[in-house]
Antibody
């Protein structure tokens, strides 16, 4: 059974970097058949896919156009986890952030982390 | 404004059958599989239907999905009180180098 456990701060100041980690159990971040995604949800913007990282003989990253200039998703093979870094945040980045696996559909999700951007 | 269009609300009485629609375009549902999620308050979305009409292990057969052209539907038969939740459709969209897109969600109320 795949489980994703998220960690990271719930409060970030404007203009700073939002960083979250997603620890994987029951699968490998280096899997050749899965991708590892970050998604966020807010009342005003609904569910938004932010990006993904995946391994197919080499590492690939793929980001949503609207955050492409501000986002990095990194795999960490030594800890079997992946991370999200979103810089220059504003209050509009306030949302519940989820990590999720896709091996086809987005099938396994983390528990979610409410991140508030406020001074 | 979500890429996939769902009705904001739906309702039914226990035992009834309800359907929720999801309208997309040729770049998402029209060319890729539709998936459905159930979200209870304060929890992450849970995969309910994948590849248009497949149920993950553990999902009751009261839940079914279908797809036609650029639209998909979720049907819930024998409605139960515990089905009261938000339901979302999702699909891979081939535009803009590819990305996941979602519906705005349908709040199902069991009367």
């Amino acid at each position: 059974q795949v489980q994703l456990q998220q960690s990271g701060p719930g409060l970030v100041k404007p203009s700073q970097t939002l960083s979250l980690t997603c620890a994987i159990s029951g699968d490998s971040v280096s899997s050749n058949s899965a991708a590892w995604n970050w998604i966020r949800q807010s009342p005003s913007r609904g569910l938004e896919w932010l990006g993904r990282t995946y391994y197919r003989s080499k590492w690939y990253n793929h980001y949503a156009v609207f955050v492409k200039s501000r986002i990095i998703i990194n795999p960490d093979t030594s800890k079997n986890q992946f991370s999200l870094h979103l810089n220059s945040v504003t209050p509009e980045d306030t949302a519940v952030y989820y990590c999720a696996r896709s091996g086809g559909p987005l099938d396994y999700w983390g528990q979610g982390t409410l991140v508030t951007v406020s001074s | 404004q979500s890429v996939l269009t769902q009705p904001p609300s739906a309702s039914g009485t226990p035992g009834q059958r309800v359907t929720i629609s999801c309208s997309g375009s040729s770049s998402n549902i029209g060319s890729n599989n539709a998936n459905w999620y159930q979200q209870l308050p304060g929890t992450a979305p849970k995969l309910l239907i994948y590849n248009n009409n497949q149920r993950p292990s553990g999902v009751p057969d009261r839940f079914s999905g279908s797809k036609s052209g650029t639209s998909a539907s979720l049907a819930i038969s024998g409605l139960q009180s515990e089905d009261e939740a938000d339901y979302y459709c999702a699909a891979w969209d081939a535009s803009l180098n590819g990305h996941w897109v979602f519906g705005g969600g349908t709040k199902l109320t069991v009367l």
